[in-house]
């Protein structure tokens, strides 16, 4: 899949665990899903300010290990025009600019991918008890209408 293809999909994911989570009916549940959310988002605005205040540093140790690997000697022989040099900063400088947002990017979706994994399992936990629960709410009922048959004779016996 490619990148945009990737970051919608984790994108809906989490807005839809979002929705799902809203609709969670214990204290205890809600507390957990906020305190998630909380928790991913200030990790995110400090994931943010590291990014922009760091940039430049960032870029320069790019940048130096961009300029290591163009700098080792490769054992293949290359013809070459005479005087020319494949060496360009400018290049090196924008991939290196590339490298550091790529990382940032990436820092910020898996922070995204693990609070949906985080909220998958607290709302699918939740789903469950609320089932198993209301089964057990449902199940005297159904025991004594099943109990408490009140048609006629040849009709009971079907």
Same mark, same amino acid.
């Given at each position: ?6 970051? $919608? &999909?984790?994108? +809906? @994911?989490? =807005?839809? +665990?979002?929705? !799902? =989570? ?16 909380? /928790?991913?988002? /200030?990790?995110?605005? %400090? *994931? #943010? %300010? $590291? ?5 430049k540093t960032r870029v320069e140790k790019a940048l130096q290990v ?6 080792? &000697?490769? !054992?293949?022989? &290359? ?6 040099d494949n060496f360009d900063k400018s290049a090196l400088t924008r *991939? ?10 990436? !820092?910020?979706? *898996?922070?995204?991918? !693990?609070?949906?994994? #985080? $909220? ?9 008890? @609320?089932?198993?629960? %209301? #089964? *057990?709410? #449902?199940?005297?009922? &159904? ?5 408490? @048959?009140r048609r006629a004779g040849p009709e009971r016996r079907r």
């Open positions: 899949m490619s990148s945009i293809t990737e970051d $919608l &999909k984790r994108t +809906f @994911d989490l =807005a839809s +665990f979002r929705q !799902r =989570a809203k609709n969670l009916t214990r204290p205890a549940d809600l507390e957990k899903m906020s305190e998630i959310t909380k /928790r991913y988002a /200030r990790e995110g605005n %400090k *994931q #943010e %300010k $590291l990014y922009k205040r760091d940039y961009r300029i290591d690997k163009a700098g080792v &000697k490769d !054992r293949t022989l &290359k013809h070459r025009l005479f005087g020319s *991939q290196a600019h590339r490298d550091v947002q790529h990382d940032h990017s990436r !820092r910020i979706s *898996q922070l995204a991918s !693990r609070e949906t994994q #985080e $909220l998958d399992t607290l709302v699918v936990t939740a789903e469950q008890r @609320d089932a198993l629960t %209301k #089964e *057990q709410r #449902e199940k005297p009922r &159904k025991d004594f209408q099943r109990a408490a @048959d």
